[in-house]
């Protein structure tokens, strides 16, 4: 049957749209947080800083007191006690008074400015000032961070480690996540080697499985590797009902294509599974094809490494986090200068394996070497993927192009390519 071809947009939006199973909330402790999906806004519990205090070290002063202070008439101080970070100075500062004191200590009260160690110079009982100060001098005040009540950061985001301090900060031991979907992977191909059997003439190790457990291990997502599947349609539908019942998301690669052992057609429709696409105006993957049922996502991803490798990208992770309601699931994208001549016609999309880099103020890039759909070198080379609109007769040198960035733990909210 003759496949008709969407937009690469349509159908990264086509695969959202069917991301209708949502994951639950649960909760985990901080230490086990690191790159899951928040399942709650972080709301301030209280100011941050909680009290005012030194931002550096130095001396905690009443500022009137350092009036008239000048290198012709220095002013003296006379220490009463020190203040180290974590404690409190009780006793009231009195005329020309000070603490000696900590950065991040509390100030002491009726002190409204801080000196800082360089500004003095020692004296028997304390130390003299050749300058004077105002009041607030050198002082991190309560709240200038955040403010009790505030929301800081929306339910949806993905956390990282400064999450996780903000976090900390307000005492969450405990964190309200998205539970992580179950992913299912299957290699489909006769000519697969596992990666310890030696190469015989014909066949080629199973290169797709173990890099895309490595993409969903990227995403802290974890999953079960069903192993490599020869090209047996019984077989292989077998294994793809057994991986629906146990998952939310089966990956397969291979088989999507139109040789006569490409089999997932036929398995998605035995299955009943409703097929979004089978097409897309991409290169490469064009054949990549994302079916659902029950609520469940199949993800047939093209044999070709480099394509599989996009496809898992372009649709696979967005679906994942979408999932788990993470409001960034798109790759974020950036300009950058093309570095070499790309002079093939474009009738797709064509996304190409790349080295992003900066030199001087420009970010450059350059396709990462042999650039076909079963490259594997160069998704192995790669930082990133230069984005080639359809619809060109080639691109040159110092031509502004887009790069979708790979590895990223903060998302772009929306996808317009
Ligand atoms: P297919 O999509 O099954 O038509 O495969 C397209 C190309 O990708 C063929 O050259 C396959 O040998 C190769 N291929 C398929 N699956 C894998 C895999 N898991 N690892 C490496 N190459 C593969
Ligand atoms: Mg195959």
Known sequence: MERTPITVKTAVQSVIDHCTKKMELETVSLEAAY?????????????????????????????????????QSPLNFHVIGEIGAGYVGEQPLGEKEAYRIMTGAILPPNADAIVMLEDTTKTSDGFSLTKSFQTDDNISFQGEDAQKGEELIPAGS????????????????????????????????????????????????????????GQ???????????????????????????????????????GVSVGDYDYLPEIYDRLGAKVLFDKVMMRPGSVTTVAELDGKLLFGLSGN?????????????????????????????M??????????????????????????????????????SNAVSSIARGNGIIVLPSGSSGFSKGMEVDVLLLGQETGAHTWDI
């Open 35 to 71: 790159g899951r999906v928040l399942g709650e806004p972080i709301i301030a519990k209280h100011d941050v800083p909680p009290f005012n205090r030194s931002a550096y070290d130095g001396y905690a002063i009443r500022a009137e007191d350092s009036a008239g202070a000048s290198t």
């Open 158 to 213: 993905v956390i990282h480690p400064g999450t996780i301090a903000l976090l900390a900060t307000f005492g969450y031991a405990n964190v309200k996540v998205a539970v992580l979907p179950k992913v299912s992977l299957v290699s489909t191909g006769t000519e697969l080697l596992e990666v310890n059997e030696p190469l015989v003439p014909g066949k080629i190790r199973n290169s797709n499985g173990p890099m895309l457990q």
């Open 216 to 254: 969903l291990a990227r995403m802290g997502v974890p999953f079960e590797a069903l192993g490599t599947m020869e090209d047996d349609l019984d077989a292989c539908t077998d294994i793809i009902k057994e991986a629906l019942k146990k998952s939310d998301i089966v990956i397969t690669t291979g």
């Open 305 to 333: 490494p480099s394509a599989c490798f996009t496809g898992f990208e372009l649709f696979a992770r967005p679906a994942i986090l979408s999932m788990m309601n993470c409001t960034t699931p798109y790759m974020p994208r």
């Open 335 to 372: 300009k950058a200068k093309l570095e070499e001549d790309f002079p093939k016609k474009n009738p797709f999309t064509r996304f190409v394996r790349a080295i992003w880099y900066t030199e001087g103020d420009a970010v450059k890039v350059v396709p990462a070497g042999f650039n076909k």
